[in-house]
Structure formats: C-alpha cells, structure tokens
C-alpha cells in the first residue's frame, strides 16, 4: 500500500505544476465515501485528493499558487464530508446514503467561527464579544464587494442603452469574478457561490461578445437572479433593492438589482425609465 500511494503520489505531483503535498483527516465509511470525495476535492491540473477509507487520511497534492488546502477541504465539505476544519452542512450531510453517513466528532472550534460568521445582528446578546471586524464580514462579504460593484455599473450601462459600454463593463466583470479567493468567503456564502458562479461566467462572457442591446439584456436576467441569490447571504455595504419590470421578459417579468431606490429600468432604459417597483429591501 505504501509503494502504491507513493507512486501515486509522484504521478499526480508530476501532473500538477508547483504541487504541494499534504495529509489530513477527511471523514467517511466506505468505497461510495472514497468516490465522492475524491471527486469533490480534485480539479484537474489543479489539484488532486487520494482518501483512504481504513485510516480516513485524505493525500492532498495541489498547485500552491492556484488553490489551498482549505478550498479544497470546502468543496470536500459541501460534497457532504467533515474534515478537522470544516464542517459539512447539515442537510447535506443528512442526503447522504445511509452506509456513508458517517459519526460525525464536535469540532468546537470550527462551528464557533462559523456561527460567527453567519449570525444575523439581530441576537444582541451574542455580540457583546465580537470584534468591529467581525461585524463588518458579517454584514459584507469583502472578496465580492468588487463583483457586487460590477455588477451594478453593467445595470447603469444597460439603463442608458449602451451596448458598447455594458461589453466592456462584463470584461471586468468576468475578471472580478475569476479573481474571487474562495477560501475567503464565509461557509455559507461559500455555497451559493459555487453553485451560481458557472451562471454568472457563462452569462457575463455571453455579454462581453456582442453589443447587441437587446441580447445582452436578455442575458442580464437570469445574471440578475443569480446575483440576488449570491447578496442575500453575502450582503452589501449598503441596502440593495431588488426590483421588477412586469413588461420584461415577454411579458413574464424581470428583476434586477440596485442600490437606489428609485426605479431607472435596465430593460427598457429611456423608452420606460421608470416602468417598475421595488419588491424587496436587502439590508
């Protein structure tokens, strides 16, 4: 088994370019435990995850300037699987076949930073020992500010129907997203992330490609869903309104983000500025 792990070892570093080893404790049961999360930790070129199922020891082999080993025990822990750092989600954990759904061990530390990353302001009485820091994650998650601020300068080009600006807006856009160090974002926000940012990608390139007005706000509609997803859990520095345009979309209706109150519609722009209401307050 040695012999086999280090061969193994040396093929995945030869693989991995400034690959990095390291050997840490991923908990499971069995050979379905194996597949999964080797399948959620390895990114190919990237990174590579070999578990054992007897010692519950996970070989971590990955390119240090790329990724880490916390972003790689994360997706390991939302694929349903505790390490000593990261707890899985509950309802993730509770899906699990029933032979993987392994004796989970109190990790005090870990779920004490997490309730303190997600707490909401509203339970005073746990505050009186955070930090002003501590309240500011909770309020904004800082990695995505520049997403966020993206985002919301693409709606204002969308408004004044400027196809040429709202491209090149999307560029940037792409490169906030690219750039986003998810081994800093908080668990939960963490989450949601992963599952909206193929989406926001795909979506934000499509925009970058054409100048085509009426294309490009077709796409920032399902863009605008899943940024709304994304700032209900990592908040903004200031309240964010959600709101809807009935004409939109067909006639089936579309929302968008802003940080203003007042309606200036990024479907329509001039021909119906103000065609719509504010339905939601993000605070």
Same mark, same amino acid.
């Given at each position: 088994?040695?012999?086999?792990?280090?061969?193994?070892?040396?093929?995945?570093?030869?693989?991995?370019?400034?690959? /990095?080893?390291? *050997?840490?404790?991923? !908990? @499971?049961?069995? %050979?379905?435990?194996?597949?999964?999360?080797?399948?959620? #930790? =390895?990114?190919?070129?990237?990174?590579?995850?070999?578990?054992?199922?007897?010692?519950?020891?996970?070989?971590?082999?990955?390119?240090? =300037?790329?990724?880490?080993?916390? $972003?790689?025990?994360?997706?390991?822990?939302?694929?349903? +699987?505790?390490?000593?750092?990261?707890?899985?989600?509950?309802?993730? !954990?509770?899906?699990?076949?029933?032979?993987?759904?392994?004796?989970? $061990?109190?990790?005090?530390? &870990?779920?004490?930073?997490?309730?303190?990353?997600? =707490?909401?302001?509203?339970?005073?009485?746990?505050?009186?020992?955070?930090?002003?820091?501590?309240?500011?994650?909770?309020?904004? %998650?800082?990695?995505?500010? &520049?997403?966020?601020?993206? !985002?919301?300068?693409?709606? %204002?080009?969308?408004?004044?129907? %400027?196809?040429?600006?709202?491209?090149? *807006?999307?560029?940037?856009?792409?490169?906030?997203?690219?750039?986003? /160090?998810?081994?800093?974002?908080?668990?939960?926000?963490?989450?949601?992330?992963?599952?909206?940012?193929?989406?926001?990608? &795909? #979506?934000?390139?499509?925009?970058?490609?054409?100048?085509? *007005?009426?294309?490009?706000?077709?796409?920032?509609?399902?863009?605008?869903?899943?940024?709304? $997803?994304? *700032?209900?859990?990592?908040?903004?520095?200031?309240?964010?309104?959600?709101?809807?345009?009935?004409?939109?979309? @067909?006639?089936?209706?579309?929302?968008?983000?802003?940080?203003?109150?007042?309606?200036?519609?990024? +479907?329509? #722009?001039?021909?119906?500025?103000?065609? @719509?209401?504010?339905?939601?307050?993000?605070?």
């Amino acid at each position: 088994m040695a012999i086999t792990l280090l061969l193994s070892v040396t093929f995945a570093s030869a693989q991995i370019k400034n690959s /990095k080893t390291e *050997i840490v404790k991923i !908990y @499971g049961n069995c %050979d379905m435990c194996k597949s999964t999360i080797e399948t959620a #930790g =390895t990114l190919k070129k990237v990174a590579k995850v070999e578990w054992n199922k007897d010692t519950k020891m996970a070989t971590l082999t990955y390119d240090s =300037t790329k990724t880490s080993q916390d $972003e790689i025990l994360k997706r390991v822990a939302l694929a349903g +699987y505790d390490s000593d750092k990261f707890l899985a989600p509950d309802a993730t !954990y509770d899906a699990l076949h029933g032979c993987c759904q392994y004796e989970r $061990e109190a990790k005090v530390a &870990v779920s004490t930073e997490m309730k303190m990353e997600t =707490t909401t302001t509203e339970n005073h009485s746990n505050h009186a020992n955070h930090t002003e820091n501590t309240v500011v994650k909770e309020q904004v %998650d800082t990695p995505l500010k &520049v997403v966020f601020d993206t !985002y919301f300068l693409l709606k %204002d080009a969308l408004v004044k129907t %400027d196809g040429k600006a709202a491209s090149i *807006i999307s560029k940037d856009f792409l490169t906030a997203a690219d750039v986003v /160090k998810m081994d800093e974002l908080a668990m939960n926000v963490h989450m949601v992330w992963m599952k909206e940012m193929k989406g926001l990608m &795909v #979506g934000s390139k499509e925009i970058v490609a054409t100048q085509d *007005i009426k294309k490009q706000r077709e796409v920032f509609i399902p863009l605008s869903k899943s940024m709304y $997803e994304l *700032i209900k859990v990592a908040k903004y520095e200031t309240p964010v309104y959600l709101q809807f345009c009935p004409m939109a979309n @067909g006639g089936k209706g579309a929302n968008w983000l802003s940080k203003e109150n007042a309606v200036k519609n990024p +479907y329509y #722009g001039s021909q119906m500025m103000t065609c @719509g209401k504010t339905v939601e307050t993000i605070k």
